[in-house]
């Protein structure tokens, strides 16, 4: 299994600027997750699906921030428009049972 | 709501020394318990994780990790760290409800000294 598949691995954008993650889950995991890793906060849970629906989207910071996942296979991460402090590494993890499997990330750098 | 606790923000140890990183949980359910680890420039993977059962847990790479309910702790271990245990290190918790999200703690940066 290729595992979790996250891209691109690296964004670098100009504030305002609209930027899109990408996730492709473990095939056959029903819940994915996405996660905002930075120094000052470390990692932090932004919004978590379970067969495609979103369940908590508490962790969103703001309306500037959206996700979906308009199948099993795929979902994506909105920011629009992005901001300096929205630069840090986001991680997208898939599951079928309680363990988590995280996918490389990407180190996004808003300018 | 949960919270999770590491105390060690940084470790610095010389090779073959003894290691024991901490993590307390606020809450007094039931829980699900795991260590991941972040090395350089990686993603995070699963050390170990507890359900239930024998308190003492073995993962990957010589560490283990022992469920303390009296003090709400999963304190991770291992009794020689080489130099390429160096990483990030991660104490999460899943509350046993259902729902599949983690808390993670603050991590703790382990370097290890040649």
């Known amino acids: 299994d290729a595992g979790v598949i996250q891209s691109p691995r690296h964004e670098v954008t100009e504030m305002g600027q609209e930027v899109t993650l990408r996730c492709k889950p473990i095939?056959?995991?029903?819940?994915l997750f996405w996660y905002r890793q930075t120094m000052m906060r470390g990692l932090e849970l932004l919004i978590y699906?379970?067969?495609?629906?979103?369940?908590?989207d508490s962790g969103m910071p703001e309306d500037r921030f959206s996700a979906k996942m308009p199948n099993a296979s795929f979902s994506t991460l909105k920011i629009q428009p992005s901001e300096p402090r929205d630069s840090a590494v986001y991680f997208c993890?898939?599951?079928?049972?309680?363990?988590?499997?995280f996918g490389p990330g990407t180190r996004l750098t808003v300018t | 709501a949960q919270s999770v606790s590491q105390h060690n923000h940084h470790v610095i140890l010389s090779e073959a020394a003894s290691l024991e990183l901490g993590c307390n949980y606020s809450?007094?359910?039931?829980?699900?318990l795991f260590w991941y680890v972040q090395y350089p420039g990686q993603h995070l993977q699963l050390l170990l994780k507890?359900?239930?059962?024998?308190?003492l847990v073995k993962g990957i790479k010589g560490f283990e990790a022992e469920f303390i309910k009296s003090k709400f702790s999963f304190n991770l271990r291992k009794p020689s760290v080489q130099w390429s245990d160096t990483a990030e290190y991660f104490c999460?918790?899943?509350?046993?409800?259902?729902?599949?999200?983690?808390?993670f703690g603050s991590g703790t940066r382990l370097q290890v000294q040649p």
């Open positions: 999460a918790v899943n509350l046993n409800t259902g729902r599949r999200a983690l808390t």
């Open positions: 809450y007094g359910g039931t829980v699900n």
């Open positions: 993890a898939s599951s079928l049972t309680t363990e988590q499997y």
């Open positions: 507890y359900f239930s059962g024998d308190p």
């Open positions: 699906f379970n067969n495609n629906v979103p369940i908590d």
């Open positions: 095939s056959g995991h029903n819940s």
